[in-house]
């Protein structure tokens, strides 16, 4: 009877458990909940993200090329965390996005390897010739850390590591890892947006031309439509733009007409990039400019208020430098930034190749042009490259304290500011710097302003200015972005008309954060997506210490552990449960 009772229970406990299993696996199936327990939550998308999966209404099928039995650690986990990023988006995009992850240099040598290099390259994916160290030495591997997406039959590249970074690097890999979000949901972007912002580059004031500012329009053309307007009414080409719509306008009304289509022109760009600027703005130009950012207009200026001739400085070795007066102080000053007639030197600074007496070329510093690391304080600046700035301008937050004011840019600790007129000397890179040649610190030098900007123009006579009384005296959610560097985005032209990308060095071949951090401006100024934000997202990846674990100790101590104490457990847990029987059953 006792038999028969434990083995009708035991029944009766299987047929539950397996009632239960069936319940659970029902309700699994109807309710479903992803839950991410990693401190920083890594696991789970923004708002944006999920907003971009969303919106996708076909198969966005993603090639990653990042794999191989011989991956480097570091790589691996870039890759894994691809996959693991992918399928967080696949699950918001209710199963619209798909994916495979292969090597296409596997097993190629010769031509056709080539063939795959070229074939890459011209799709616009990076190979990396990796350099790896190994117990035995070194080795070098090809691989290939990015994608391709494809989307309602268009191809789209993924970077997994931006091009610009340097690579085998530990803090370059985790700042990939951390990036992946953006990343992809950026690559989505370029997939769904149905309607694309309007970027202007002003015109007319000596501002860089369209040669040296081809990859930066390369860059935006990605996501938004770029043009070039011209904003001095002095210069022929001014009216060349409006022509069409001042054919049929009486003489009498002109000036009337000429005033309402430029400022509806301006006005229907949602940013303008006012790039390097050698020309004074007249009044009525920065009343135009101002009145675009009364209505809700975003400016990003890149201005040098300082000339250097450069070509006298190489002929000479020695200049001075000018003033530009560029009238744009009294503007600025309102909006709370001034950009100061001085100029920075930065012990971080890039090494440029200097004729040596006698022959031939030696390296050396050259601390006017600032290497500055990100400061990593706010979602333009986060997880960038260096980025590299030539003959950069101080800048101060001045004006209203309702303002916000990030600085983004700043010099190093050892800084130099020189106010004008300054003499630059290439002497300085002959002796070493002595120690109190670099007094200064934490000098900005590029800063977002945020928030209730009032117009300079509230208390002027506008009679000439406003002839149609549109005025407007504040705007209450207004960005600007001033950096104290015209040349951030300048782009070096070849004699066969290829050019380098910006923040480009030909020395150490090395692309700087100049281009990202372009980006990233522009993004935040214009983006309604708040994709940006994303990037604020702060991912540690805990690395074992490579040189503890390579100890000889170290090692034989976490084989032992992998090795001895699963095998003892698993007799420990025999022995308990055998005695927890032998009792139960006793009885």
């Not at 022509?243 to 301006?266: H, M, N, T, W, Y």
Request: hydrophobic share 40%; proline share 5%.
């Amino acid at each position: 009877m006792k038999k028969r009772n434990l083995r009708s229970q035991s029944i009766l406990e299987l047929v539950l458990a397996l009632a239960l299993i069936g319940v659970l696996n029902y309700l699994s199936s109807r309710v479903f909940h992803r839950f991410d327990f990693t401190k920083e939550k890594r696991y789970t998308l923004s708002d944006a993200s999920e907003k971009l999966a969303g919106a996708l209404d076909d198969v966005f099928y993603v090639k990653i090329y990042l794999d191989g039995d011989d991956l480097p650690p570091a790589y691996k986990n870039l890759r894994n965390s691809t996959k693991e990023m992918l399928d967080e988006f696949r699950y918001a995009s209710d199963n619209n996005i798909e994916y495979e992850i292969y090597n296409p240099l596997e097993g190629l040598e010769g031509e056709d390897l080539r063939n795959v290099l070229v074939e890459l390259r011209e799709s616009g994916i990076q190979v990396t010739d990796l350099y790896e160290k190994t117990n035995d030495g070194s080795r070098q591997k090809l691989i290939v850390p990015g994608a391709h997406v494809f989307y309602k039959g268009q191809q789209y590249p993924m970077y997994l590591i931006d091009p610009s970074m340097t690579v085998n690097n530990p803090a370059t890999l985790n700042k990939a890892v951390e990036a992946l979000e953006f990343t992809i949901a950026n690559t989505l972007r370029r997939c769904v947006q149905t309607s694309r912002k309007r970027i202007a580059f002003l015109d007319g004031h000596g501002e860089l031309a369209d040669l040296q500012l081809l990859d930066a329009k390369r860059l935006l053309d990605e996501y938004y439509d770029v043009e070039r307007m011209n904003l001095n009414f002095d210069d022929s080409a001014f009216y060349g733009q409006i022509l069409d719509q001042l054919k049929d306008v009486p003489e009498d009304s002109l000036g009337f007409a000429v005033d309402r289509l430029i400022k509806a022109k301006l006005n229907s760009y949602d940013a303008v990039v006012v790039a390097k600027p050698r020309l004074a703005f007249a009044e009525r130009e920065k009343y135009w400019i101002d009145q675009y950012i009364m209505q809700g207009g975003k400016v990003m200026w890149m201005i040098d208020p300082l000339l250097i001739e450069t070509d006298s400085l190489a002929r000479y070795g020695k200049v001075f430098t000018a003033d530009y007066d560029l009238n744009l102080t009294d503007l600025l000053f309102k909006y709370g930034i001034r950009v100061n007639l001085d100029l920075v030197q930065d012990y971080n600074s890039l090494i440029v190749p200097f004729g040596r007496e006698g022959g031939g070329v030696d390296p050396k510093p050259w601390f006017y042009f600032p290497v500055l690391p990100s400061m990593n304080n706010h979602a333009i600046n986060r997880n960038i490259d260096l980025v590299w700035l030539q003959y950069p301008a101080t800048i101060d937050t001045v004006g209203s304290p309702s303002l916000k004011k990030t600085v983004l840019l700043q010099s190093t600790g050892l800084s130099r500011v020189s106010n004008h007129p300054v003499e630059i000397d290439m002497q300085v890179v002959r002796k070493p710097p002595a120690e109190d040649y670099f007094p200064n610190s934490d000098e900005p030098l590029a800063v977002l302003v945020e928030g209730r900007f009032e117009s300079p123009y509230t208390m002027a006579n506008r009679k000439e200015l406003d002839p149609e009384k549109t005025f407007i005296d504040h705007v209450d959610n207004g960005k600007m972005i001033v950096v104290g560097d015209g040349d951030l985005m300048l782009n070096l032209v070849r004699q066969d008309g290829q050019y380098y990308p910006a923040g480009y060095d030909r020395l150490s071949k090395k692309t700087f954060g100049n281009r990202q951090f372009f980006m990233n401006c522009i993004d935040y100024l214009v983006d309604d997506y708040g994709l940006i934000e994303v990037r604020n997202k702060d991912i540690q990846l805990r690395l074992l210490d490579k040189d503890k674990i390579n100890l000889p100790k170290e090692q034989n101590k976490w084989k032992a552990l992998n090795m001895v104490l699963p095998v003892i457990i698993i007799l420990l847990f025999g022995l308990i449960n055998g005695m927890i029987r032998k009792r139960k059953y006793e009885r």
